[in-house]
Protein backbone atom coordinates (compact mmCIF):
# COMPACT_ATOMS: atom_id res chain seq x y z
CA UNK A 1 0.00 0.00 0.00
CA UNK A 2 0.95 3.56 -0.78
CA UNK A 3 0.56 6.30 1.61
CA UNK A 4 1.84 10.06 1.35
CA UNK A 5 3.27 11.36 4.38
CA UNK A 6 2.35 15.37 4.23
CA UNK A 7 4.83 16.89 6.21
CA UNK A 8 3.32 20.40 7.83
CA UNK A 9 4.93 23.16 9.69
CA UNK A 10 5.05 27.06 10.80
CA UNK A 11 7.08 28.64 8.24
CA UNK A 12 7.78 31.68 10.62
CA UNK A 13 9.95 29.15 12.39
CA UNK A 14 11.91 27.97 9.73
CA UNK A 15 12.48 31.84 8.71
CA UNK A 16 14.00 32.28 12.39
CA UNK A 17 16.21 29.42 12.30
CA UNK A 18 20.01 30.25 12.20
CA UNK A 19 22.00 28.88 9.04
CA UNK A 20 23.52 26.26 11.47
CA UNK A 21 20.23 25.44 13.28
CA UNK A 22 18.58 25.17 9.23
CA UNK A 23 21.88 22.94 7.80
CA UNK A 24 21.48 20.85 11.09
CA UNK A 25 17.63 19.96 10.30
CA UNK A 26 18.15 19.70 6.66
CA UNK A 27 21.49 16.71 7.48
CA UNK A 28 18.56 15.25 9.28
CA UNK A 29 16.43 15.25 6.34
CA UNK A 30 19.31 13.52 3.96
CA UNK A 31 19.68 10.73 6.75
CA UNK A 32 15.71 10.21 6.88
CA UNK A 33 15.86 10.14 3.42
CA UNK A 34 18.28 7.54 3.09
CA UNK A 35 17.14 5.43 5.76
CA UNK A 36 14.03 5.27 4.13
CA UNK A 37 15.38 4.66 0.58
CA UNK A 38 17.63 1.69 2.16
CA UNK A 39 15.04 0.21 3.61
CA UNK A 40 13.22 0.27 0.31
CA UNK A 41 10.00 1.79 0.86
CA UNK A 42 10.78 5.27 -0.77
CA UNK A 43 8.73 6.13 -3.68
CA UNK A 44 9.44 9.76 -4.50
CA UNK A 45 9.47 13.02 -2.72
CA UNK A 46 9.75 16.84 -2.33
CA UNK A 47 10.36 19.53 -0.96
CA UNK A 48 8.00 22.29 -1.32
CA UNK A 49 9.03 26.49 -2.24
CA UNK A 50 6.62 28.69 0.24
CA UNK A 51 3.02 29.65 0.31
CA UNK A 52 3.96 32.90 -0.99
CA UNK A 53 4.99 31.16 -4.18
CA UNK A 54 1.34 28.82 -4.04
CA UNK A 55 -1.94 29.68 -6.18
CA UNK A 56 -5.18 28.40 -5.48
CA UNK A 57 -7.55 27.68 -8.46
CA UNK A 58 -11.49 27.30 -8.14
CA UNK A 59 -13.52 26.62 -10.98
CA UNK A 60 -17.22 27.45 -10.44
CA UNK A 61 -20.70 27.54 -13.19
CA UNK A 62 -17.39 26.85 -15.65
CA UNK A 63 -15.34 29.50 -15.00
CA UNK A 64 -11.77 29.47 -13.27
CA UNK A 65 -10.60 31.76 -10.86
CA UNK A 66 -7.26 32.04 -9.44
CA UNK A 67 -5.71 33.72 -6.04
CA UNK A 68 -2.70 33.81 -4.68
CA UNK A 69 -1.22 31.72 -1.79
CA UNK A 70 -3.23 28.40 0.24
CA UNK A 71 -6.84 27.44 -0.17
CA UNK A 72 -7.48 27.79 3.73
CA UNK A 73 -5.96 30.18 6.90
CA UNK A 74 -3.85 27.80 8.58
CA UNK A 75 -1.02 28.02 11.38
CA UNK A 76 1.01 25.53 9.56
CA UNK A 77 1.79 24.90 5.91
CA UNK A 78 2.21 21.74 3.85
CA UNK A 79 6.35 22.28 3.45
CA UNK A 80 6.90 18.70 1.54
CA UNK A 81 6.27 15.11 1.21
CA UNK A 82 6.95 11.96 0.74
CA UNK A 83 5.77 9.26 -1.07
CA UNK A 84 6.49 5.64 0.70
CA UNK A 85 5.45 2.14 -0.10
CA UNK A 86 4.68 0.54 3.36
CA UNK A 87 3.54 -3.61 4.36
CA UNK A 88 1.48 -2.02 6.25
CA UNK A 89 0.00 1.60 8.32
CA UNK A 90 2.19 0.84 11.02
CA UNK A 91 5.20 0.97 8.97
CA UNK A 92 4.16 4.15 7.16
CA UNK A 93 3.49 5.86 10.64
CA UNK A 94 6.62 4.66 11.98
CA UNK A 95 8.66 6.17 8.82
CA UNK A 96 6.30 9.42 9.75
CA UNK A 97 7.69 9.53 13.42
CA UNK A 98 11.13 9.82 12.47
CA UNK A 99 10.74 12.94 9.90
CA UNK A 100 12.48 15.57 11.54
CA UNK A 101 9.40 18.25 11.04
CA UNK A 102 7.72 15.51 13.77
CA UNK A 103 9.08 17.20 16.45
CA UNK A 104 7.72 21.08 15.95
CA UNK A 105 4.72 20.40 13.06
CA UNK A 106 2.84 17.73 11.75
CA UNK A 107 3.15 14.41 9.67
CA UNK A 108 -0.02 13.77 8.19
CA UNK A 109 -0.17 10.03 7.16
CA UNK A 110 -2.45 9.23 4.17
CA UNK A 111 -3.12 6.14 2.07
CA UNK A 112 -3.21 6.85 -1.27
CA UNK A 113 -6.32 5.62 -3.25
CA UNK A 114 -5.63 2.60 -5.85
CA UNK A 115 -7.17 3.69 -8.93
CA UNK A 116 -8.03 1.32 -11.15
CA UNK A 117 -5.91 1.54 -14.72
CA UNK A 118 -7.03 2.65 -17.27
CA UNK A 119 -8.15 1.05 -20.54
CA UNK A 120 -6.96 2.11 -23.43
Known sequence: MQYLLLIYGDE??????????SDAIFDEYRTFTESIAAQGIMQGGAALT????????????????VSDGPFAE???????????????EQEA?????????ARFGSVEVRPVMQMPAPTT
Open 93 to 101: LDAAARIPN
Open 50 to 65: PVSTAHTVRVRDGHAT
Open 74 to 88: TREQLGGYYLVECES
Open 12 to 21: AHWAGLSKDE
